[in-house]
């Protein structure tokens, strides 16, 4: 059974950071690109990170850049978001994907998923 699994969330004030992992288990995810993901209550599901199967590339989404970075260890099967400076409105339910296809803009979508971690920023 294919999984994914996130931890690190929970609450910060606004200004702090938190770091985000996702564990993969049964199944190597090194040759896959993997992603983040976030849904806010009442939102559409929106594309934050994404990071190819070498680590080689990144794409962000515009409102992120300069605060978020996205890392992987190919030998561990893990993936990070480091968030920094974080904004209310980086309120959401993340979620960690992979997938066989690397795509260098935003992704619509994506194989495999995980349960999600929440993140609340208050302000």
């Known amino acids: 059974q294919v999984q994914l699994v996130e931890s690190g969330g929970g609450l910060v004030q606004a200004g702090g950071s938190l770091r985000l992992s996702c564990a993969a288990s049964?199944?190597?995810?090194?040759?896959?690109?993997k992603a983040w993901f976030r849904q806010a209550p009442g939102k559409e599901r929106e594309f934050v990170a994404a990071i190819s199967w070498s680590g080689g590339s990144t794409v962000y989404v515009d409102s992120v850049k300069g605060r978020f970075t996205i890392s992987r260890d190919n030998a561990k099967n893990t993936m990070s978001l480091q968030m920094n400076n974080l904004k209310p409105e980086d309120t959401a339910v993340y979620y960690c994907?992979?997938?066989?296809?690397?795509?260098?803009?935003?992704?619509?979508?994506?194989?495999?998923w995980g349960q999600g971690t929440q993140v609340t920023v208050s302000s």
């Open positions: 994907v992979a997938d066989e296809r690397w795509r260098s803009g935003p992704w619509r979508d994506s194989n495999y």
């Open positions: 049964g199944r190597t995810f090194s040759r896959y690109a």
